[in-house]
């Protein structure tokens, strides 16, 4: 069988994605799409079986019941250039195979991040390991005070490098902002995991500008999967069972018969929401 090729995908391949001040992402290759997810899902081979409103169902339900085997069957690479501090917590996700750049075999170029003054922030009063959104008045004085000390840092590493000290020792006190590159390659099972908590608002920003970057690469490779996925994992919710306790409780049963009825929802998804509440058809008709 020929390998799926999804034109939106091969529009973007080598491009290089500016993010923040000197970083981008790069799509190298990707294997498969969403017709990849579907012949996954009926082990089936060939394209035509089923129509594209049959294909986005289908995607749209394995999804929204946690099947998530066929989307671990697309897999993307990226090339990604990015802040040391922001590869550290990228690395958390630690379903992937990556490569990084290594300090011991290259000279690392004299390349940090600053941030806007817009993106310069304080502590949050009410977030440990979070920025406060407020404006900083003295972003620009301390954008400088970063620079400087980017700038003595590097000539620090220069001056070790000239006196012919080890790559591996001499780049120890380099900073954090120093811009560091890998190869990353996902599957998109767990490529939507990093998104869906990479998009949220309480990621940092920086790691926030890469994630909005690669969530547009994904649109154009999986586009029915990525609708999918903003519907029941990047702005839906899941609810503990004493918190569905108490929006039975809470319900208005009639009420929610009638919107359902009124909504574009099919049959099955109603049934199915139905289900989630504890509530059959017959009561919501009755109640």
């Known amino acids: 069988m020929a390998r799926l090729t999804v034109a ?24 498969g799409g969403d017709a990849r997810i579907v012949q996954a899902a009926r082990v089936s081979y060939g394209e035509g ?15 929204r019941n946690r099947h998530t085997s066929p989307f671990e069957q697309v897999v993307f690479t990226f090339h990604v250039k990015l802040p040391i501090f922001v590869a ?8 992937a195979r990556l490569n990084e750049v290594s300090g011991r075999y290259s000279v690392m170029r004299d390349e940090f991040y600053l941030p806007h ?8 009063g009410k977030n440990r390991q979070g920025g406060d959104e407020k404006e900083v008045p003295e972003a620009p004085e301390i954008i400088a005070l970063l620079k400087a000390e980017q700038a003595r840092a590097y000539a620090s590493y220069q001056g070790l490098l000239g006196q012919e000290i080890a790559r591996e020792l001499a780049r120890m006190n380099l900073p954090l902002s120093l811009y560091t590159e890998m190869y990353w390659q996902i599957d998109l099972h767990n490529l939507f995991h990093f998104l869906r908590l990479r998009l ?5 920003y920086e790691i926030r500008a890469y994630g909005e970057t690669i969530a547009k690469i994904v649109q154009a490779v999986c586009p029915m999967a ?18 569905l306790a108490l929006l039975r409780q809470a319900l208005d049963v009639e009420k929610l018969r009638a919107l359902l009825d ?26």
Request: no cysteine; aromatic share 8%; hydrophobic share 40%.
């Open 8 to 31: 939106s995908a091969d529009a973007l391949l080598d491009q290089e994605f500016k993010v923040l001040d000197h970083g981008f992402v790069r799509l190298v290759d990707y294997l």
């Open 49 to 63: 079986t089923k129509t594209v409103r049959e294909d986005k169902a289908l995607i749209d339900y394995l999804l």
């Open 88 to 95: 550290r917590q990228w690395l958390r996700h630690r379903t």
């Open 117 to 124: 003054p817009g993106a310069v922030r304080r502590q949050s």
């Open 200 to 204: 949220d608002w309480h990621a940092q």
């Open 226 to 243: 990525y609708e999918a996925f903003e519907e029941h994992l990047l702005y839906g919710q899941s609810l503990s069972r004493s918190e």
């Open 262 to 287: 009124a909504s574009e929802m099919r049959a099955s998804r109603r049934e199915e929401l139905l289900g989630k509440l504890g509530l059959a058809e017959s009561d919501a008709a009755t109640t």
